[in-house]
T-cell receptor, first 112, second 113 residues
Framework: DQQVKQNSPSLSVQEGRISILNCDYTNSMFDYFLWYKKYPAEGPTFLISISSIKDKNEDGRFTVFLNKSAKHLSLHIVPSQPGDSAVYFCAPSSGNTGKLIFGQGTTLQVKP | DAGITQSPRHKVTETGTPVTLRCHQTENHRYMYWYRQDPGHGLRLIHYSYGVKDTDKGEVSDGYSVSRSKTEDFLLTLESATSSQTSVYFC????????????FGSGTRLTVV
């Protein structure tokens, strides 16, 4: 029973264009959503987050949108750069349990 | 760069042997976690700790045990390694829990042959 799904295992975009990574969840108790970025042979690093009381959070080139009614969030990267090529994980927080639940990840490739 | 280190970085072991992975932090964070990363599964929680000698199971805890006798160290033990435990293992720390995000170590690649 996967509570968090990233249905696109991979995404390829051209440098300068927009990258959109999607995440769907089933647990309505999730109240905080984080995105992590992972390069090969490194641990994941925190990228951006959003609280369930908001529908948008922006940080430079990165914007996360949350649609609570659809239980869907997306990460937009504009403009995409080759250095953005990495695996991106969606990670909602499981209420007050102190645990993050990670999606399967989406591998983004940004072509020069 | 947060003070979290994992050792060893790489290990090859034989089926049936015990293996211990170490996570060491210098941040004095309360929460520590062990995850495994496998293709198609993302990161799955094995065990976590919310204080010295306080640990709990995650979603894939079978075949694993943990210990935390000091704030800075969180050990993951495979009592009798199996090929299904071949994976990349990540330790993470958190100051106050999930809403504040985690800081991850660089990972340990374990191969069970």
């Amino acid at each position: 029973d996967q509570q968090v799904k990233q249905n696109s295992p991979s995404l390829s975009v051209q440098e300068g264009r927009i990258s959109i990574l999607n995440c769907d969840y089933t647990n309505s108790m999730f109240d905080y959503f984080l995105w992590y970025k992972k390069y090969p042979a490194e641990g994941p690093t925190f990228l951006i987050s959003i609280s369930s009381i908001k529908d948008k959070n922006e940080d430079g080139r990165f914007t996360v949108f949350l649609n609570k009614s659809a239980k869907h969030l997306s990460l937009h990267i504009v403009p995409s750069q080759p250095g953005d090529s990495a695996v991106y994980f969606c990670a909602p927080s499981s209420g007050n349990t102190g645990k993050l639940i990670f999606g399967q990840g989406t591998t983004l490739q940004v072509k020069p | 760069d947060a003070g979290i280190t994992q050792s060893p970085r790489h290990k090859v072991t034989e089926t049936g042997t015990p293996v211990t992975l170490r996570c060491h932090q210098t941040e004095n964070h309360r929460y520590m976690y062990w995850y495994r990363q496998d293709p198609g599964h993302g990161l799955r929680l094995i065990h976590y700790s919310y204080g010295v000698k306080d640990t709990d199971k995650g979603e894939v805890s079978d075949g694993y045990s943990v210990s935390r006798s000091k704030t800075e160290d969180f050990l993951l033990t495979l009592e009798s390694a199996t090929s299904s435990q071949t994976s990349v293992y990540f330790c993470a720390i958190s100051k106050q829990g999930d809403h504040y995000g985690y800081t991850f170590g660089s990972g340990t690649r374990l191969t069970v042959v």
